[in-house]
Antibody, heavy 120, light 107 residues
């Protein structure tokens, strides 16, 4: 059974940093692209970043480029989202998600989400 | 970047109705288009990928079509559990943008 478990959500001040983690199980982790998708309160889904199975290919939404960094540790079946220079508009539930393949693909599994609140 | 739009933004329908949601890309995305269903307080669920391929376990009343810039999600024989918000997503190249969503309400 595929499981994705996020951790690290918290209240952080504007300009601060936070790292989200997503522990994966139930599949061969290195064979799949992994993504972060966020959803602000009462809003729609916003794709944030993806890292391909090869660990070296990453892409970001313009809204977070230069501030967020996605990485993965295939030996630990875990991937991460390092967030810096956080803004109020980054407040959202952050979902970690598994793609259907090692590269660009639809998302077939989602974590339950981690709440990040950026506020003073 | 390619922009994704959906129409309508919301609709009301009755049990048993057939309804169609449209997703449009500002540039062609071939068939790299997925549809998701999200119910309040729940995580999204993949319904359709590659524009028309039904994800395993999804009821056959859901279907997708289209290629290039224009796509549709059709729900035939609407059921109470289909009340939700539906999102399209393109994934041909990054950014893998979602559409703004279509909220389906039951009359």
């Amino acid at each position: 059974e595929v499981q994705l478990l996020e951790s690290g959500g918290d209240l952080v001040q504007p300009g601060g940093s936070l790292r989200l983690s997503c522990a994966a199980s139930g599949f061969i982790f290195s064979n799949y692209a992994m993504s972060w998708v966020r959803q602000a309160p009462g809003k729609g889904l916003e794709w944030v970043a993806v890292i391909y199975g090869d660990t070296s290919t990453t892409y970001y939404a313009d809204a977070v480029k230069g501030r967020f960094s996605i990485s993965r540790d295939n030996s630990e079946n875990t991937f991460y989202l390092q967030m810096s220079s956080l803004r109020a508009e980054d407040t959202a539930v952050y979902f970690c998600a598994k793609g259907r393949s090692a590269v660009a693909a639809a998302i077939n599994y989602w974590g339950q989400g981690a709440l990040v609140t950026v506020s003073s | 970047d390619i922009q994704m739009t959906q129409s309508p933004s919301s609709l009301s329908a009755s049990i048993g109705d057939r309804l169609t949601i449209t997703c449009r890309a500002s540039q062609g995305v071939s068939n790299y288009l997925a549809w998701y269903q999200q119910k309040p307080g729940k995580v999204p669920k993949l319904l359709i990928y590659a524009a028309s391929t039904l994800q395993s376990g999804v009821p056959s009343r859901f279907s997708g079509s289209g290629s290039g810039t224009d796509f549709t999600l059709t729900i035939s024989n609407l059921q109470p559990e289909d009340a939700a918000t539906y999102y399209c997503q393109k994934y041909n190249t990054a950014p893998f943008t979602f559409g703004p969503g279509t909220k389906v309400n039951l009359k």
